[in-house]
């Protein structure tokens, strides 16, 4: 998955996260793919998107907070 697509997955994921963290105060969301070195990691606490990592074997975003 090319990395100008994060935002569109993120938008998708966001709001899952936030749901799951609010019923049991903490999710994590992990996705890899080997094949194009792409990773990413979120963890939402309460309700509330506390860090977001991707890394893309030519690049790497890091997003903390809202």
């Avoid at 990773?39 to 509330?48: D, N, P, Q």
């Amino acid at each position: 998955m090319p990395l100008n697509e994060h935002q569109s997955l993120g938008s998708r994921i966001k709001p899952v996260l936030q749901h799951l963290s609010r019923d049991f105060g903490i999710a994590h969301y992990f996705y890899t793919h080997r094949v194009v070195e792409y990773h990413v990691w979120a963890r939402a606490e309460r309700g509330t998107l506390i860090k977001c990592q991707a890394h893309l074997q030519v690049a790497s975003v890091t997003q903390t907070g809202e």
